[in-house]
C-alpha cells in the first residue's frame, strides 16, 4: 500500500517544543520547515488565513513534495516572528506609529469597560502587529447583555459573534464582540463558569500574556518616554469620528422617497448604497471618489429643494476638497449628458483635472436606480472605507 503524501502534525503535540535535526543534535532549523514558516506568515499577513493551525497545513501541502515530517513543521511562534518581519519590511515607520496608536486606542476602551475586568492580549501587547491587525482584549462579565447595554450607552457600532473553537482536545463556544472604530477591537467575552478561566496562548500553549489597565499605563510609559497618556486620550476624545457623522446623515435618507419614474429603486439610502457599489467596481481605492458616490445625497434629509449646498454644510470639514467638489458638480453632469449645459460652464468643469472622475460618478449615479440591486449595507461599506483609511493610509 502506498504512503500517504503527506503527513503533518496532530494536535496532540507539543508547537513550541525543542525540534533537532540531523546529527549530534543540530537544532538548526531545516530549509523546508523556514520555507513553510515563510509561507505561512504571508497566508497570515495577507489575511489569507487567520488561524495559525490551518495556514500552518496549506503551506505545508503548497511548499512540500512527499512527506512532511513533524519537524519540518514550525511553531506558532516562528510563523509570528516571519510575520513581525513582513511587516517591518512592508509598513516600516507606519507600524511603529500604529502601534502606538493602537495601544492608546486599548486603552481608553479598557477604561470604559473597567468594570469588566478587561485584559489586553494578543499582537497590540506583544508588538507584533501588522495592516489589518485588530485590538484583542478579554472581558468577564457574568451575563453579555451587561457588556453590550454599555457600548450600546458609548453610541459603538458592533456586531456579536459566537464562535466553536476545538481547544485543549474539546470543542467550546466562544463569544466575540466586533466593535468598529478607528480600528477593530475584538472582546472575547468569558462568562458564567469561564468567568475565572485563565486563557492559554497558540504561541506557548502556557497562560497568555495579558495586561489590566494598569500594566497598560506602565507598559505605554515604558516604551514611550515622556508620553503624556491623559493629555493624548484628551485630545483624541476631542476629535469627532467622521465616520460616525457619515452613518449619522445617510441613515435618514432611508426614509427619504422620490418619484418612481426616475428613482425605482425606492429611498435615497438604497440608491446612495448602489451608486458607492458601482464606484467601488470602477475606483476600489479612490477614498475620496467613494466618499463623493455615498454622500452625494445626503442633503436630501436636510433641505430636498438645495439638497447639494446643504449635504456640503453638513459635511464641512469631515470631507476632502476633492470630495467636496465632485459632490457640488454631481448634478451638472445630467445637464452635460442632456445637453443643457452651457459651453463656458462645461469648458470651466472640463479644465478641472477630475474632471472624468466627475463623469464616472455621475455615470454610476444613474445606473445606481435598480430595484431589487444587490448592495453591501451601511455597515459593511463604512467598514470598507475605514480599512482604506487605517490599512492602506489613504484618505
Not at 366 to 383: C, F, I
Amino acid at each position: 500500500m502506498s504512503q500517504p503524501k503527506h503527513r503533518y502534525q496532530s494536535h496532540a503535540e507539543k508547537p513550541d517544543s525543542p525540534r533537532r535535526e540531523g546529527a549530534g543534535g543540530n537544532r538548526t532549523l531545516s530549509k523546508l520547515r523556514r520555507h513553510i514558516a515563510w509561507d505561512a506568515a504571508r497566508l497570515m499577513y495577507e489575511r489569507s488565513e487567520t488561524e495559525y493551525y490551518r495556514a500552518k497545513m496549506k503551506a505545508a501541502r503548497r511548499v512540500a513534495i512527499g512527506w512532511v515530517k513533524p519537524v519540518d513543521l514550525p511553531s506558532n511562534a516562528e510563523i509570528r516572528d516571519q510575520i513581525e518581519l513582513l511587516a517591518r519590511v512592508h509598513e516600516r515607520d507606519q507600524r511603529d506609529v500604529d502601534l502606538r496608536q493602537m495601544r492608546l486606542d486599548a486603552l481608553q476602551m479598557m477604561r470604559t469597560l473597567r468594570r469588566y475586568r478587561p485584559r489586553l492580549v494578543g499582537s497590540v501587547l506583544t508588538g507584533h502587529v501588522r495592516q489589518g491587525s485588530d485590538i484583542d482584549l478579554h472581558v468577564f462579565a457574568e451575563r453579555m447583555e451587561g457588556v453590550t447595554g454599555l457600548l450600546d450607552a458609548e453610541g459603538m457600532i458592533y456586531d456579536l459573534q459566537r464562535k466553536q473553537v476545538l481547544k485543549e482536545g474539546q470543542y467550546r463556544v466562544y463569544t466575540h464582540i466586533h466593535v468598529r472604530d478607528r480600528y477593530l477591537f475584538e472582546l472575547t467575552l468569558y462568562t458564567g463558569d469561564r468567568l475565572h478561566q485563565v486563557p492559554t496562548s497558540s504561541i506557548t500553549g502556557k497562560g497568555m500574556e495579558r495586561a489590566s489597565i494598569a500594566e497598560l499605563e506602565q507598559l505605554l510609559e515604558a516604551a514611550y518616554p515622556g508620553i503624556d497618556i491623559e493629555a493624548e486620550l484628551a485630545a483624541d476624545d476631542a476629535k469627532i469620528d467622521r465616520f460616525r457623522v457619515y452613518q449619522s446623515l445617510l441613515l435618514p435618507l432611508e426614509d427619504v422617497h422620490e418619484n418612481r419614474r426616475y428613482h425605482p429603486e425606492s429611498d435615497a439610502l438604497y440608491h446612495s448604497l448602489q451608486v458607492f457599489a458601482l464606484a467601488r467596481e470602477a475606483a476600489p481605492y479612490d477614498e475620496d471618489f467613494l466618499l463623493a458616490a455615498l454622500l452625494h445625497d445626503v442633503g436630501k434629509a436636510i433641505d430636498r429643494a438645495h439638497h447639494v449646498p446643504a449635504g456640503l454644510e453638513a459635511l464641512d470639514g469631515f470631507i476632502s476638497e476633492r470630495t467636496a467638489w465632485l459632490i457640488r458638480h454631481h448634478m451638472l453632469v445630467h445637464a452635460i449628458i442632456d445637453g443643457t449645459l452651457g459651453t463656458r460652464a462645461h469648458r470651466r468643469l472640463r479644465q478641472s483635472e477630475d474632471y472624468q472622475c466627475l463623469l464616472l460618478l455621475g455615470a454610476c449615479d444613474r445606473k445606481g436606480r435598480v430595484a431589487g440591486a444587490d448592495v453591501p449595507d451601511l455597515d459593511e461599506t463604512l467598514d470598507y472605507l475605514r480599512d482604506l483609511h487605517t490599512q492602506f493610509g489613504i484618505g
